[in-house]
């Protein structure tokens, strides 16, 4: 089992910047590929971001590229998610995920490719 805790969501403006936090326990940490998600009312659960075990491959939604950067600290079983020039659709619940799948590289996109997830933290852009 691998228990996922996210932190750093917020309200900001149009433009601003946060970091997201996933905080890992449980497994070891380090054998799992990475990934965020997020989720807006109505719409269904969207890939954002993904990070390989190793840190060598990182993955984003076209509509993050240039803005988002994930990476992650395996000492202490942490991933990150640095959101720069965000925009009000980037408004959602994001969810930070854990993979094990031997496949990842071509799956990383997918909700099923991920084993355990966390319980979201409230993003909030405002225009």
């Known amino acids: 089992q691998v228990q996922l805790v996210e932190s750093g969501g917020g309200l900001v403006q149009a433009g601003g910047s946060l970091r997201l936090s996933c905080a890992a326990s449980?497994?070891?940490?380090?054998?799992?590929?990475m990934g965020w998600f997020r989720q807006a009312p109505g719409s269904e659960r969207e890939f954002v971001a993904g990070?390989?075990?190793?840190?060598?491959?990182?993955y984003y939604a076209d509509s993050v590229k240039g803005r988002f950067t994930i990476s992650r600290d395996n000492a202490k079983s942490t991933m990150y998610l640095q959101m720069n020039s965000l925009k009000p659709e980037d408004t959602a619940v994001y969810y930070c995920?854990?993979?094990?799948?031997?496949?990842?590289?071509?799956?990383?996109?997918?909700?099923?490719?991920?084993?355990?997830w966390g319980q979201g933290t409230q993003v909030t852009v405002s225009s």
């Open positions: 449980g497994r070891t940490f380090s054998a799992y590929a």
């Open positions: 995920a854990a993979s094990d799948d031997r496949y990842y590289s071509g799956r990383y996109y997918y909700t099923g490719a991920y084993r355990y």
């Open positions: 990070i390989s075990w190793s840190v060598r491959s990182t």
